[in-house]
């Protein structure tokens, strides 16, 4: 097998996603974790971020802020619509001349795709959904990945392949400082040959894209508090309590997957854990939910963890900070109507 | 003309029980003992969508690289409606990662015949990289969308196909042979019946190793694998959690002085302190 070289390998390259041309904040928070590697190994080289899409200068020059060294952009009409061939076939090339020692993509849908299609082009290793990524002074990087639902950690290692590859989850990293006035370097890839080829071969047509209806209120990873109800919630009435209670405090709801199951919740985007959205809020609530690995992975670094299950050995009560042992129904109709009683007063 | 079809299976640990997940202080490797082994969920719809692609005259090959002990999981596939299923299984083939699954798994598949689609889940329960359906994709040189949740055949050797990202729905036309990875959401799985399960005895379920596929050995299992585990350990977790004692309203009481000192503003639902999501 290939092995390669990897002092050729110099600087991080952070793919950036788009989504209807706006920036997803998955792009800022692998910028943050970048430049964090960079700092401690200052030897791994520059920052750079690059931009595949249409019309998207105006994401590319919101990069600055994150103090990112250099932006590499790819604007271009044949990009307007995710392709995952294409995709992959400009990042190849992209890879294949700058020669990154590391590579992050977002763990999402569409750009843990292209990590893995790249993990057989550029031949290289891709750690998958990392929860933690560290560098040592050879600018080697050491990826911390779950396994079984999150119960199990492991760290990954890419030693003899080039570039290292990763990809994190939302929500997983934080954004860096801002970095105010900062001009990062502009580099224009030129696509076009390899565009011409990829349309020509391809035999995958990108024919349209619309807009999931999105959930009313604040979406769960910028919402305060977030109330999540569990499988033991038991029937749509009782669901009903969470949605009065997030209405009270200004937060969203949140749920574990059975409650997506029994139809509770409609929306998968508002599950939490390791299929779903990693939060961190100021004050998660979680009532009738037994706290699996699966669930837990995506809100233990909630700020205030309070729980309510009827059972007093439940797991979700070792990673919460106040525990209530009681029923969710009774709980959570007490709290409304105190806060009730507080606002009428 | 029925199409000719390949479902990837995974035989994986029950992900009902994997709070029981311990590491072993001592030989630093994961115990699973007790926990039963299951076909993959995502993998049910998989083959849920490959049996309604089919037709009367296709058929369904399930294939999995798996431990000797996967047969009973194929067995399962075939009592569900698949009509022969390939096992490889070799210790060369222990510890690969999903570089060198799929690159094995390719191998595996170009041996079993010619496909028109193949089908697999989104992600495994167990490692959960999302990542063999995309490489297998690229071993065999096909186009394949992810998270796939409906599926038209709209010609002889094409198919529309709607996928999910997480906000937005898109459509492609991709003709054949292409992979599918199934999302939970593209269809219920159906049940096994009594007369599936004695069908599925008779059915063929052919075993290959090492020496039947034309792989190149330094390309398999953990030596081939360009990702190498390092240590595993369990996820920091405790908190020192207040338990509240009380009746529901005594309880009420005490959590709106937690929500408060949190920053909550009662009176308003307003956030004093800034704060949420971390941006
Ligand atoms: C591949 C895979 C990925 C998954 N990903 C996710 C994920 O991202 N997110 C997720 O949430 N799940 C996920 N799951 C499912 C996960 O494994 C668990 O099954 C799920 O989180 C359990 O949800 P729950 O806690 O609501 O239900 P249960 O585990 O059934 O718990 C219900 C709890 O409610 C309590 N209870 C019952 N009645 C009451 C009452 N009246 N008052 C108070 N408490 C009560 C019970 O004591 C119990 O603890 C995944 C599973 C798989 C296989
Ligand atoms: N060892 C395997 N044998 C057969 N199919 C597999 C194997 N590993 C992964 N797959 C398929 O790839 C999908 C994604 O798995 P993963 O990349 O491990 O999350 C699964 O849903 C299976 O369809």
Known sequence: MKTTTPADWKGILVVGELSNCRLQPVSLELIGKARELKQTCPAVGDVAAVLIGSGIAAAAAELAITGVDEVVLVDRAECALFHNDLYAAILKQIIEMRKPAVVLFPATARYQDLASMLGIRVDTGVAAHCVDIRINEKAEILAVVPAFGGKVLGDILCPAHRPQMATVKPGIFRQGEPVPGHKPKLTVFDAGSVIADTLKKTRLVALDTSSCAVPEGIPLEKAAVVVCGGWGMGSKENWALLGELANLLGGAVGCTRPAIDEGWMTDESTMIGTSGKVIRPKVYIGAALSGSSHHVCGMKDSDLIISINSDPRAAIFAVSDIRIVGDAKQILTGLIERIRAIRSA | ?279
């Open chain 2, 1 to 279: 003309m029925g199409l000719s079809i390949a479902v990837c299976l995974k035989p994986v640990p029950d992900p009902a029980h994997y709070d029981k997940i311990k590491i072993d202080p001592v030989k630093k490797t994961v115990v699973r003992e007790g926990i039963p082994t299951i076909l993959n969920p995502c993998d049910k719809h998989a083959l849920e969508a490959a049996l309604q692609l089919r037709g009367p005259e296709g058929t369904v090959t399930v294939i999995s690289m798996a431990p000797p002990n996967a047969e009973e999981t194929l067995r399962e596939a075939l009592a569900m409606g698949a009509d022969a299923a390939v096992l490889l299984t070799d210790r060369a083939f222990a510890g690969a990662d999903t570089w060198a699954t799929s690159y094995t798994l390719a191998a595996g598949l170009k041996k079993a015949g010619h496909f028109d689609v193949i089908f697999t889940g989104t992600e495994s329960a167990d490692g959960a990289t999302t990542q063999v359906p995309a490489q297998l994709a690229e071993w065999l040189g096909w186009p394949h969308l992810w998270n796939a949740v409906a599926i038209e055949q709209t010609g002889e050797t094409q198919l529309k196909v709607k996928t999910k990202a997480e906000s937005e729905w898109s459509d492609y036309q991709v003709s054949l042979p292409c992979l599918l990875a199934m999302s939970r959401e593209s269809n219920k799985p159906r049940l096994t019946s009594l007369m599936g399960v004695m069908k599925a005895k008779k059915k063929p379920l052919t075993v290959w190793c090492r020496p039947d596929l034309d792989v190149d050995d330094a390309a398999l299992g953990m030596q081939g694998s360009p990702t190498q585990p390092g240590a595993i350990f369990e996820p920091e977790m405790g908190r020192k959690g207040t338990l509240l004692g009380g009746d529901a309203d005594e309880i009420a009481v005490q959590l709106i002085g937690k929500l408060r000192s949190a920053g909550i503003a009662i009176e308003t639902g307003d956030v004093c302190a800034p704060g949420g999501g971390g941006i």
